[in-house]
Nanobody
């Protein structure tokens, strides 16, 4: 069984910064990509940033230049550094691990974390 645990959310003032972490645990052999999504009240879940095991990154236009995704492959952990936060960044942020291969059966699956709340408000 694979589990993803997010941390680092909270309340921050506009213009502030937060760093989210997501650690995957279990009998993991490899993970192809790790992503951050977010979902604001009344809105659909949207992709914020993604990073592959090779370091290729992709960002939503709304966060380019402000957010940075990084990954520690040996720790099966992904980070999201969020700078210059805006009220519209307020959402529950979810971690997604794509193409997770476990030692149990060597099949690739996707897993989601439970989410962490980020609130940007003065």
């Amino acid at each position: 069984q694979v589990q993803l645990v997010e941390s680092g959310g909270g309340l921050v003032q506009p213009g502030g910064s937060l760093r989210l972490s997501c650690a995957a645990s279990g009998s993991i052999f490899s993970i192809y990509a790790m992503d951050w999504y977010r979902q604001a009240p009344g809105k659909q879940r949207e992709l914020v940033a993604a990073i592959t095991s090779g370091g290729y990154t992709n960002y939503a236009d709304s966060v380019k230049g402000r957010f940075t995704i990084s990954r520690a492959n040996a720790k099966n952990t992904v980070y999201l550094l969020m700078n210059s936060l805006k009220p519209e960044d307020t959402a529950v942020y979810y971690c997604n691990a794509r193409g997770v291969v476990t030692t149990a059966d060597l099949l690739a699956r996707d897993y989601w974390g439970q989410g962490t709340q980020v609130t940007v408000s003065s």
